[in-house]
């Protein structure tokens, strides 16, 4: 969901409600914009790198895994791509669960609709950061922004189907967890 929807979908939202195109476009840009403003794009253009809304794979790759590093992509990807339901849910288990099991995203959430209301009566551009916000977060319905198999409802299985004389057959994939590498489901195990 980049560009297609953050950009045409959300240009459709304005008009039908009214914008003026000129004031369309302001919207969709700002709501498209949020994937690309990167600390390297900004840094290129000599703005504060602390205003980025996305990383780039290489950005990422650099990122440190301390603390900081953590913190600050989970500042960038939780504040402007999707928006966790209910960080206060009673959920049973381990803290270490609990705490990522509140990260779940799903729709109408209480900081969904505060920050639709704080887009409103303000800028163009608010108003297309906050349509990213509310596409992400109905695109990623139900994802929790943190790797966990158990949140995110996979397991260690994934196969790909494989035409062969019979039908088909089952060939596992196996995932490269290095931002800096590139899976290559040609060189995985049959």
């Known amino acids: ?28 840009y700002s709501a498209n914009f949020t994937d690309w403003c990167s600390k390297t794009l900004l840094a290129g253009i000599k703005a504060p790198v602390a205003a980025a809304t ?4 290489l950005e ?16 960038i990807w939780s504040s402007f791509h999707f928006l966790p339901f209910d960080l206060y849910a009673d959920v049973k288990g ?23 209301n704080l887009a409103k ?13 509310l596409a992400d977060t ?3 319905r139900y994802f929790a922004g943190t790797p966990s198999r158990v949140i995110n409802n996979t397991n260690y299985y994934f196969y790909e189907l494989v035409p062969d ?19 290559d ?3 995985t195990p049959m």
């Open 185 to 187: 489901p040609e060189k």
């Open 60 to 75: 990422m790759m650099e990122t440190n895994l301390d603390t900081l590093g953590i913190q600050d992509i989970t500042r």
């Open 121 to 133: 009566g303000k800028s163009l551009q608010s108003m297309g950061i906050a349509m990213h916000v």
């Open 94 to 116: 381990a803290k270490k669960y609990r705490n990522k099991y509140r990260l779940i995203c799903n729709v109408n959430s209480d900081l969904l609709v505060d920050t639709v």
């Open 138 to 140: 109905w695109a990623h």
């Open 1 to 28: 969901m980049q560009e297609d929807f953050h950009y045409y979908a959300t240009y459709a939202a304005a008009h039908i409600v009214g914008f003026s195109h000129d004031e369309c476009m302001d919207i969709c």
């Open 54 to 57: 996305t990383q780039l794979q």
């Open 165 to 183: 004389a019979d039908g088909f057959k089952e060939k596992a994939i196996q995932f490269n967890h290095n931002p800096g590498g590139k899976d």
